[in-house]
């Protein structure tokens, strides 16, 4: 029950907190290494991206909150390349969308990161389909109880005694 309930809190916050994700250009510094860079993309939610020309990359910018865009053009291996206003913090509202979408599970960094919500979505699941295979093994047993019931099988069945059996060991010194 706590994970249907969980599963339908997670589809509705996505339904309703979606929203298309804005494009910004990043310039990445020479010597930035591929795992460096990697990790930055994945932390600060820098998806999709699209190479432009040299080390200028465009991407879907999934946690537009200003505290996570300072702490991106803060970091010594990036350079704003477009789209970021570098006083505010913020994505101008005029910026063409990327090709996909945001929601409010992207404005958590350490749910994006360690891939939070996709492991809870599917634990739930497993226990979802944990719960329907015990009910219907459970459903498929009553059926089968009721079919050797109607087809005259014979279960031994114990009696109950006609009168109440006394102790006797206790009574035997």
Known sequence: MVAAVLLTLIGGAYYFTWEPAPLVAI???????????????????LVRGRELEGRTVTYDLVDTRPANIQELLEQPEVEPAGHIDETTY????DVPYGS??????????????????PVVVAVCGLVIAYAVVKGIAARRKRAL?????????????????????????????
């Not at 510094?29 to 932390?43: A, P, Y």
């Not at 913020?90 to 509202?93: D, F, G, N």
């Not at 009721?146 to 010194?173: C, N, Y």
């Open 90 to 93: 913020a994505v101008p509202a």
């Open 145 to 173: 109880r009721l079919l050797a019931f109607l087809l005259g099988s014979r279960r031994p069945r114990f009696r109950r005694a006609d009168r109440r059996m006394v102790d006797r060991s206790k009574s035997q010194p």
């Open 100 to 117: 996909g979408g945001m929601w409010i599970g992207d404005r958590l960094p350490e749910a994006r990161a360690y891939r939070v919500v």
């Open 27 to 45: 310039r990445w510094r020479d010597g930035t290494t591929f795992d460096r860079r990697v990790e930055i993309e994945r932390w600060f939610g």
